[in-house]
């Protein structure tokens, strides 16, 4: 018999009874159920990256709002950080705060989406703020407040890639070239304490800082603008907010001494009365801003002669010895009433920072204002429509087309159908118009994103028409109080400009909610003379405004004639395009500053 097969059992009995002896002194004897093994440890999200401005951002706190979980840490030397949290889920919001109290935000993903990576790398730099402000459509602090995990769910790799594409596409056209830098989110970034010292995605940061600091622009408004110009706004979506402002582009280039909308670049301009071709009414325009004389820029005209323009008032400019008049609006929209015969005949033209916009851009339903040539040679009339676009550029049916001998364009006025036309891109820009079936062009049309993220639409015809749209809007009522002021530069039936460029203030007096209608009292700028008059907002349809007609008493006690006007608002451009049908008068108002 081997005894120590015997001997082992006793011992393991013995173990046994030690053991039962124990549990039943911590109250799990008497048969009870064993306790459960103990869980394992959670596992860690491992989040690190850098936080650098062109320089690194030392010793700045860094916090994490996850997918589910959240942590803190403080950059190194470097402006590198790491943290890991424990049961943490991808993505991640991120945050550093800068020692001004400035904070900048990034996106921490598993490149695949969301989920149980365990490791992720996010930087944290003012390219990165501004590719969360595109991708969010909303401040990023706002973002990172409210991240959850729907906003999680919309951090998808490719909405991310689309925003970073916008990002880097904005700021190239602005003069700033992100490409070597690679992936802004996640991609290699070494820093240090002084500019220069770091890698390729460093020095474009660097680069980016100077843009701003010579351009008098801040990071803010940059990134209010690629939040305005959302991807769901470059989708077809309503952008947030109608106010006028600049593209991102325009915000990074030199700014006019007296006009913070008037940058450096290239202008689309548009004069449809201008020559016999439509290359000749649609030209590029360089302005160039000269810091050692910011208040007189050079201009190189479309016909590449140059000359200088001078300052005449705030986003005003005089030109041609004084008889060329040009105004700029907000938006960075120019408006010029011009002559080109020593002033015995004027015309009015527009222009736009110069920008490249897809066909598919063109798709959506759009108001419209235009001033259109007639049947009688040399006469033009007041036309208005709604119609719609699709993505292959085609005009599909409208219900309303307007056009009259009286220039009226209410609802009762408009009887007529739109003629087929589809847009195609041309290699010079923008969109020819062609009459189809198989017609020819007869216009050109040019589209110009503003930095609300709303797109205008301006089209001059081989005949001279002049046209103007935007997205179909439900306007709402301007608020009580509200001050606004805005030139005004006048066509008449002949495509002519008669009258110098005015100025009128208005003020907002009362709101009726219930006719949707509002009471302003208008005076010329320099006159103390004011009166009161009446507008009806969506008159006559959605995003259209009307002016009633007739008597006002004038706050000298003089009588005032009120002449009815349609206006078409075009949002975002801090511009309007009026019809007056009593005395035939097409006006462009851009707003002042």
């Known amino acids: 018999m081997d005894t120590r097969r015997w001997h082992r059992k006793g011992a393991d009995a013995a173990l046994t009874a030690a053991l039962a002896a124990a549990l039943a002194a911590c109250g799990g004897g008497g048969g009870g159920t064993p306790a459960p093994a103990p ?47 424990a049961g943490a889920a991808l993505p991640c919001a991120m945050r550093v705060t800068l020692a001004d109290n400035t904070v900048l935000h990034g996106l921490a993903t598993s490149g695949g989406g969301s989920g149980t990576s365990t490791s992720a790398r996010a930087n944290l730099t003012p390219a990165t703020q501004l590719v969360v402000a595109q991708l969010a459509g909303l401040d990023p602090a706002a973002y990172y407040a409210a991240f959850d995990g729907s906003a999680a769910a919309a951090a998808t790799p490719a909405r991310l890639a689309l925003a970073e594409a916008a990002v880097v596409a904005a700021l190239k056209d602005g003069g700033i070239d992100l490409t070597p830098a690679g992936d802004l989110l996640a991609g290699a970034l070494t820093s240090g304490a002084t500019p220069g010292s770091g890698n390729a995605y460093d020095s474009a940061l660097d680069a980016l800082r100077r843009a701003l600091a010579a351009s008098g622009s801040t990071l803010a408004a940059l990134t209010a ?7 769901d706004v470059l989708a077809g979506g309503t952008p947030a907010s109608g106010s006028a402002a600049l593209p991102p582009a325009q915000l990074l280039r030199a700014a006019a001494a007296n006009c913070a909308a008037l940058r450096s670049g290239s202008y689309r301009v548009l004069s449809p009365a201008e020559g016999a071709t439509l290359a000749a009414k649609t030209g590029l325009l360089g302005v160039n801003v000269d810091a050692s004389n910011a208040a007189a820029p050079r201009i190189t005209y479309t016909d590449g ?31 010029v009433r011009y002559t080109n015969d020593g002033g015995q005949t004027y015309r009015v033209g527009v222009g736009f920072p110069a920008q490249s916009h897809t066909l598919a851009e063109l798709a959506g339903t759009w108001n419209n204002l235009s001033l259109s040539t007639t049947a009688t040679p040399g006469t033009y009339g007041a036309t208005s429509a709604r119609f719609t676009i699709d993505a292959g550029g085609s005009l599909g049916p409208t219900a309303l087309f307007c056009a009259n001998a009286n220039w009226s364009l209410r609802l009762a006025d408009c009887p007529f159908a739109v003629p087929g036309i589809a847009f195609r891109a041309n290699a010079d820009g923008g969109f020819d118009a062609v009459d189809m079936p198989g017609g020819g062009v007869g216009g050109r049309l040019f589209l110009y994103r503003a930095g609300n993220g709303d797109l205008m639409a301006v089209g001059a015809d081989a005949d001279g028409s002049f046209h103007f749209a935007t997205h179909e ?58 009166h009161p008059e009446t507008l009806y907002a969506n008159n006559p349809r959605d995003g259209f405004s009307l002016r009633s007609g007739g008597a006002a008493a004038g706050s000298d006690g003089s009588t005032v004639n009120v002449n009815e006007f349609t206006a078409l608002g075009l949002r975002g451009m801090g511009m309007s395009v009026v019809v007056l049908p009593g005395p035939q008068l097409f006006l462009l108002a851009p707003s002042q500053p």
């Open 39 to 85: 869980a394992p440890p959670a596992q860690g999200l491992a989040l690190s990256g850098t936080a650098a401005t062109g320089v690194a951002l030392a010793g700045r706190p860094v916090d994490a709002r996850c997918s589910t979980g959240s942590g803190s840490t403080t950059t190194g030397t470097d402006g590198s950080y790491s943290v890991t949290i």
């Open 225 to 231: 603008t690629m939040a305005g110009s959302s991807l």
């Open 305 to 335: 002669s140059t000359g200088t323009w001078v300052a005449n008032g705030p986003c005003r400019y005089l030109d041609n010895a004084g008889r060329d008049d040009i105004v700029v609006s907000p938006a960075g929209l120019l408006a």
């Open 473 to 530: 809007r439900h306007n709402s009522l301007p608020a009580v109080g509200t001050v606004s002021t805005s030139w005004s530069l006048f066509l008449n039936a002949q495509g002519r400009s008669t009258s110098p460029v005015g100025a009128t203030t208005n003020t907002i007096v009362s709101v009726d909610t219930a006719a949707q209608s509002w009471v302003r009292s208008q005076a010329n700028v320099g006159s103390p003379v004011t």
